[in-house]
C-alpha cells in the first residue's frame, strides 16, 4: 500500500473578486473553507486520484492520526462524513487515536461509538499502555540526546516535574510522550504549565 496520510492545514483566507472584469472596481469577498469540508476533500481526493508523478499505481491507505477538533464537538458530523466515505471512497481509511481518562476529549469514547463501529464495519485493534517505568526510561534515553553538541542548539533537558507531567498526561501513549517532550524541550519556547494531582484524579 501507499500510506496518505491526512495533516491539518493551516488557516488560509481565499479571497474571490467579484465584477473583476467590470469598470468600476472590484468587491472583496473573503472565504475560509471549513475544517470538515477540508477533511472531506483529503478523503475522497486521496482515495481515488493518484499524483501525476507516481511510478507504480499501488493500492493506497489512507491515515488520520490527527482528527478534525470540529467532529468531537459534532459527533454527528463525523458520522456523516463516514457515510459519504462508504459511498465514494475507494481505499481502506486508517485512524489512529490516544484514549484518555477524560470522557469529553476521548476521540474513541465519542466518535467510535459501538453503533459506528457496527454500521461501518470498523475493525477496532487497542494495544495496551506502556508502564510509567518504560516510559521513564524512554525520556532518559531521548533527554541523553539532547546534551549532545548538535541536539543542544535546539533542546534543553527540562526540568523534572515538566518531565513528570508529559509522563502522566500521555497516559501510556508513547508517542504522545514523544511530541509533548519534544515541545517542553524546544529552547525558546514558554514553559508548558504543570498542575500536581492526585493519583486516580481524572485530568
Known amino acids: 500500500y501507499e500510506v496518505t496520510e491526512w495533516t491539518?492545514?493551516?488557516?488560509?483566507?481565499m479571497f474571490f473578486h467579484d465584477n473583476y472584469d467590470f469598470e468600476g472596481g472590484r468587491e472583496e469577498v473573503t472565504y475560509r473553507e471549513n475544517r470538515k469540508t477540508q477533511f472531506e476533500k483529503f478523503l475522497y481526493k486521496s482515495s481515488r486520484y493518484c499524483s501525476i508523478l507516481e511510478i507504480d499505481s499501488k493500492e493506497k491507505l489512507l491515515l488520520v492520526k490527527d482528527i478534525p477538533n470540529v467532529f468531537l464537538r459534532d459527533p454527528e458530523a463525523f458520522r456523516?462524513?463516514?457515510?459519504?466515505?462508504?459511498?465514494?471512497?475507494?481505499?481502506?481509511?486508517?485512524?489512529?487515536?490516544?484514549?484518555?481518562?477524560?470522557?469529553?476529549?476521548?476521540?474513541?469514547?465519542n466518535l467510535f461509538t459501538p453503533a459506528v463501529l457496527n454500521d461501518f464495519k470498523v475493525h477496532h485493534i487497542t494495544f495496551n499502555a506502556v508502564s510509567t517505568t518504560l516510559m521513564k526510561k524512554a525520556i532518559k534515553r531521548l533527554t541523553s540526546l539532547m546534551v549532545g553538541p548538535e541536539m543542544s542548539r535546539q533542546y534543553r533537558v527540562p526540568p523534572q516535574d515538566m518531565i513528570d507531567?508529559?509522563?502522566?498526561?500521555?497516559?501510556?501513549?508513547?508517542?504522545?510522550?514523544?511530541?509533548?517532550?519534544?515541545?517542553?524541550?524546544?529552547?525558546?519556547?514558554?514553559?508548558?504549565?504543570?498542575?500536581?494531582?492526585?493519583?486516580?484524579?481524572?485530568?
Do not use: W
Not at 509522563?167 to 508513547?174: A, F, H, I, K, W
Open 80 to 109: 456523516s462524513t463516514l457515510e459519504t466515505y462508504q459511498r465514494l471512497g475507494a481505499s481502506p481509511l486508517v485512524f489512529i487515536a490516544t484514549e484518555t481518562s477524560n470522557k469529553k476529549l476521548d476521540i474513541v469514547f
Open 165 to 203: 507531567s508529559v509522563v502522566l498526561s500521555s497516559q501510556g501513549d508513547l508517542r504522545s510522550v514523544t511530541l509533548n517532550l519534544h515541545f517542553a524541550s524546544l529552547k525558546n519556547a514558554p514553559r508548558l504549565s504543570t498542575e500536581q494531582v492526585n493519583a486516580g484524579e481524572v485530568l
Open 8 to 13: 491539518t492545514p493551516v488557516d488560509v483566507d
